[in-house]
Protein backbone atom coordinates (compact mmCIF):
# COMPACT_ATOMS: atom_id res chain seq x y z
CA UNK A 1 0.00 0.00 0.00
CA UNK A 2 2.44 2.50 0.84
CA UNK A 3 4.42 1.69 -2.87
CA UNK A 4 0.92 2.56 -4.16
CA UNK A 5 0.70 5.46 -2.45
CA UNK A 6 4.11 6.78 -3.45
CA UNK A 7 3.65 6.17 -6.98
CA UNK A 8 0.50 8.49 -6.61
CA UNK A 9 2.26 11.25 -4.95
CA UNK A 10 4.65 10.79 -7.68
CA UNK A 11 2.15 11.26 -10.35
CA UNK A 12 0.56 14.05 -8.24
CA UNK A 13 4.42 16.28 -8.47
CA UNK A 14 4.48 15.12 -12.35
CA UNK A 15 1.19 17.12 -13.07
CA UNK A 16 2.10 19.96 -11.26
CA UNK A 17 5.45 19.95 -12.99
CA UNK A 18 3.42 19.84 -16.32
CA UNK A 19 1.47 22.24 -15.17
CA UNK A 20 4.27 24.89 -13.79
CA UNK A 21 5.93 24.37 -17.63
CA UNK A 22 2.67 25.34 -19.10
CA UNK A 23 1.89 28.02 -16.88
CA UNK A 24 5.50 29.57 -17.24
CA UNK A 25 4.80 29.50 -21.31
CA UNK A 26 1.57 30.95 -21.17
CA UNK A 27 2.82 34.34 -20.60
CA UNK A 28 3.56 33.82 -24.56
CA UNK A 29 -0.12 33.40 -25.18
CA UNK A 30 -1.91 35.83 -26.89
CA UNK A 31 -4.30 37.04 -24.55
CA UNK A 32 -7.32 36.24 -27.42
CA UNK A 33 -6.36 32.81 -27.43
CA UNK A 34 -7.50 32.30 -23.61
CA UNK A 35 -11.24 32.55 -24.29
CA UNK A 36 -10.75 29.74 -26.80
CA UNK A 37 -8.31 27.93 -24.65
CA UNK A 38 -11.09 28.27 -21.80
CA UNK A 39 -14.01 26.83 -23.92
CA UNK A 40 -11.79 23.64 -25.15
CA UNK A 41 -11.46 23.11 -21.67
CA UNK A 42 -15.36 23.43 -21.10
CA UNK A 43 -15.75 21.06 -23.82
CA UNK A 44 -13.36 18.39 -22.34
CA UNK A 45 -15.19 18.59 -19.11
CA UNK A 46 -18.49 17.91 -20.66
CA UNK A 47 -17.78 15.62 -23.24
CA UNK A 48 -15.75 13.71 -20.29
CA UNK A 49 -19.26 13.58 -18.25
CA UNK A 50 -21.40 13.09 -20.47
CA UNK A 51 -20.05 11.09 -23.07
CA UNK A 52 -19.35 7.33 -22.51
CA UNK A 53 -15.64 6.16 -23.08
CA UNK A 54 -13.95 9.33 -22.92
CA UNK A 55 -12.01 10.16 -19.82
CA UNK A 56 -10.76 13.37 -18.14
CA UNK A 57 -7.94 11.79 -16.42
CA UNK A 58 -7.39 9.21 -19.34
CA UNK A 59 -2.93 9.14 -20.05
CA UNK A 60 -3.47 11.55 -23.10
CA UNK A 61 -6.31 13.73 -22.49
CA UNK A 62 -5.05 14.03 -18.59
CA UNK A 63 -1.75 15.71 -20.30
CA UNK A 64 -4.09 17.90 -22.49
CA UNK A 65 -5.79 19.28 -19.85
CA UNK A 66 -2.63 19.91 -17.58
CA UNK A 67 -1.00 21.78 -20.30
CA UNK A 68 -4.33 23.82 -21.22
CA UNK A 69 -5.46 24.77 -17.82
CA UNK A 70 -1.54 25.93 -17.21
CA UNK A 71 -1.60 28.02 -20.26
CA UNK A 72 -4.66 29.98 -19.40
CA UNK A 73 -4.32 29.98 -15.33
CA UNK A 74 -1.19 32.01 -16.16
CA UNK A 75 -3.32 35.40 -16.87
CA UNK A 76 -5.43 34.46 -13.91
CA UNK A 77 -2.44 34.16 -11.78
CA UNK A 78 -0.62 37.18 -12.99
CA UNK A 79 -3.84 39.64 -12.92
CA UNK A 80 -4.13 38.70 -8.97
CA UNK A 81 -0.07 39.75 -8.59
CA UNK A 82 -0.91 43.20 -10.46
CA UNK A 83 -4.07 43.60 -8.19
CA UNK A 84 -2.44 42.64 -5.00
CA UNK A 85 1.31 41.65 -5.34
CA UNK A 86 3.63 38.22 -5.18
CA UNK A 87 3.47 37.73 -0.98
CA UNK A 88 -0.77 37.87 -0.97
CA UNK A 89 -0.16 35.46 -3.88
CA UNK A 90 1.76 33.14 -2.31
CA UNK A 91 0.37 33.13 1.17
CA UNK A 92 -3.00 32.29 -0.69
CA UNK A 93 -1.47 29.74 -2.20
CA UNK A 94 0.10 28.06 0.61
CA UNK A 95 -3.30 28.82 2.76
CA UNK A 96 -4.93 26.78 0.07
CA UNK A 97 -2.26 23.82 0.52
CA UNK A 98 -3.00 23.75 4.59
CA UNK A 99 -7.07 23.54 3.43
CA UNK A 100 -6.01 20.34 0.98
CA UNK A 101 -3.81 18.70 4.06
CA UNK A 102 -6.03 19.05 6.64
CA UNK A 103 -8.87 18.24 4.75
CA UNK A 104 -7.09 14.95 3.12
CA UNK A 105 -5.57 14.03 6.44
CA UNK A 106 -9.62 14.38 7.57
CA UNK A 107 -10.51 11.85 4.73
CA UNK A 108 -7.44 9.56 5.24
CA UNK A 109 -7.98 9.15 9.01
CA UNK A 110 -10.75 10.37 10.71
CA UNK A 111 -13.61 9.17 8.14
CA UNK A 112 -14.05 5.31 7.71
CA UNK A 113 -15.03 4.90 4.29
CA UNK A 114 -17.41 7.45 2.30
CA UNK A 115 -17.17 6.34 -0.87
CA UNK A 116 -20.93 6.47 -1.00
CA UNK A 117 -19.93 10.42 -1.40
CA UNK A 118 -19.03 10.04 -4.92
CA UNK A 119 -23.42 10.58 -6.14
CA UNK A 120 -23.29 13.63 -4.15
CA UNK A 121 -19.96 14.87 -5.32
CA UNK A 122 -21.09 14.30 -9.09
CA UNK A 123 -24.28 15.95 -8.56
CA UNK A 124 -22.51 18.92 -7.06
CA UNK A 125 -20.05 19.17 -9.73
CA UNK A 126 -23.65 19.23 -12.18
CA UNK A 127 -24.99 22.03 -10.04
CA UNK A 128 -21.39 24.28 -10.13
CA UNK A 129 -21.58 23.62 -14.04
CA UNK A 130 -24.94 24.90 -14.62
CA UNK A 131 -24.94 27.99 -12.51
CA UNK A 132 -21.54 28.85 -13.95
CA UNK A 133 -22.78 28.22 -17.90
CA UNK A 134 -26.22 30.50 -16.69
CA UNK A 135 -23.89 32.75 -14.44
CA UNK A 136 -22.09 33.47 -17.83
CA UNK A 137 -25.39 34.92 -19.51
CA UNK A 138 -26.91 36.50 -16.37
CA UNK A 139 -23.62 38.34 -14.79
CA UNK A 140 -24.88 38.28 -11.49
CA UNK A 141 -22.83 39.35 -8.90
CA UNK A 142 -24.22 37.30 -6.25
CA UNK A 143 -24.68 34.35 -7.98
CA UNK A 144 -20.07 34.30 -8.75
CA UNK A 145 -19.89 34.78 -5.11
CA UNK A 146 -22.14 31.48 -4.54
CA UNK A 147 -20.50 29.59 -7.19
CA UNK A 148 -16.97 30.76 -5.57
CA UNK A 149 -18.05 29.08 -1.80
CA UNK A 150 -19.71 25.94 -3.32
CA UNK A 151 -16.61 25.09 -5.86
CA UNK A 152 -14.79 25.69 -2.90
CA UNK A 153 -16.60 23.46 -0.53
CA UNK A 154 -16.80 20.98 -3.44
CA UNK A 155 -13.41 20.56 -4.18
CA UNK A 156 -12.90 20.09 -0.38
CA UNK A 157 -14.89 17.40 -0.32
CA UNK A 158 -13.59 15.62 -3.52
CA UNK A 159 -10.44 16.17 -1.40
CA UNK A 160 -11.54 14.09 1.34
CA UNK A 161 -13.23 11.91 -0.98
CA UNK A 162 -9.95 10.76 -2.91
CA UNK A 163 -7.61 10.86 0.37
CA UNK A 164 -10.28 8.31 1.61
CA UNK A 165 -10.44 6.12 -1.40
CA UNK A 166 -6.65 6.48 -1.10
CA UNK A 167 -7.00 4.97 2.31
CA UNK A 168 -9.62 2.17 1.09
CA UNK A 169 -7.64 1.10 -2.16
CA UNK A 170 -10.76 1.83 -3.99
CA UNK A 171 -9.45 3.98 -7.05
CA UNK A 172 -8.03 2.29 -10.42
CA UNK A 173 -4.59 3.21 -10.97
CA UNK A 174 -1.89 6.01 -9.43
CA UNK A 175 -1.55 7.91 -12.53
CA UNK A 176 -5.44 8.81 -12.14
CA UNK A 177 -5.14 9.33 -8.20
CA UNK A 178 -2.42 11.71 -8.59
CA UNK A 179 -4.44 13.76 -11.31
CA UNK A 180 -7.34 13.57 -9.25
CA UNK A 181 -5.32 15.07 -6.30
CA UNK A 182 -3.99 17.25 -8.05
CA UNK A 183 -6.73 18.83 -10.06
CA UNK A 184 -8.34 19.04 -6.06
CA UNK A 185 -5.88 21.14 -5.13
CA UNK A 186 -5.75 23.44 -8.21
CA UNK A 187 -8.73 24.04 -8.11
CA UNK A 188 -8.74 25.34 -4.33
CA UNK A 189 -6.37 27.20 -4.87
CA UNK A 190 -7.97 28.95 -7.69
CA UNK A 191 -11.38 29.53 -5.62
CA UNK A 192 -9.66 31.01 -2.63
CA UNK A 193 -7.82 33.35 -5.28
CA UNK A 194 -11.35 34.04 -5.96
CA UNK A 195 -12.38 34.60 -2.65
CA UNK A 196 -9.50 37.01 -1.28
CA UNK A 197 -9.77 39.05 -5.11
CA UNK A 198 -13.56 39.59 -3.73
CA UNK A 199 -12.70 40.42 -0.12
CA UNK A 200 -9.23 41.16 -0.11
CA UNK A 201 -7.89 44.89 0.62
CA UNK A 202 -6.37 46.54 -2.34
CA UNK A 203 -3.36 48.18 -2.83
Known amino acids: MIKDHGRVWLFFMYYWIIFGISTYFGQFLPPEWRPTLSMTIFIIIMISLFVRGFNRSGPVISHIYAIL ?113 FMDLLLIIKRMLQLYRRFGNRR
Open 69 to 181: IGLISYGTFEGFINQFDERIFYQVVLISVIVFVIFGITGYFLLKDISSWGRFLFAGLLVLILASIVNFFVGLDWLAFGITVFGLLLYIGYTMYDFNRMKNRKYRNARVMGFNL
